[in-house]
């Protein structure tokens, strides 16, 4: 297995934190006698008391640590998302690519054309392949106007 950055930064600062451990705070030794009741001079029971010093270096590490590999697994995430079936374009997607490149050569208006003949000729298809025939709305004989002036007449 080959090891990354991450790894061996978490192996050498677990190192560290174990070094740390078994060392005696040189900065809480050299400060004046009235703090010498808060370091953790007598040890009850063959424990070491931990300062608060202790305590907060211990969380932060491990904080560090956990933080450390979550970044280790997200980038092994990405890795093999980026791996894994990159988006290949099949003959339908280069077709309408190159549609899309002639269309926007026209003029706007064009553009307005081609836009709105697509859209019907492929919702025409997919009424005519996809819908199955009893799913279709069934057309009236009649047609209401679409005036504003008559519809305050219907209601």
Do not use: C
């Amino acid at each position: 297995k080959t090891s990354t950055n991450v790894e061996t930064q978490n192996i050498m600062s677990n190192d560290s934190f174990r070094d740390e451990e078994d060392t005696v705070d040189v900065e809480n030794e050299s400060n004046s006698e009235a703090d010498i009741p808060n370091l953790p001079a007598v040890s009850l029971g063959g424990k070491r008391l931990r300062s608060k010093d202790d305590k907060l270096s211990a969380i932060l590490a491990k904080r560090s640590k956990e933080r450390n590999e979550m970044l280790s697994n997200i980038q092994a995430q990405n890795n093999l998302l980026a791996s894994q079936n990159p988006q290949q374009e099949d003959e339908v997607d280069v077709f309408f690519k190159s549609i899309a490149l002639t269309v926007k050569k026209l003029p706007s208006r064009a553009i307005n054309e081609a836009k709105l003949r697509v859209l019907t000729m492929v919702n025409e298809m997919e009424e005519k392949y996809v819908v199955p025939d009893h799913t279709k709305t069934i057309r009236p004989d009649y047609i209401l106007p679409l005036n504003i002036n008559n519809m305050t007449q219907w209601l």
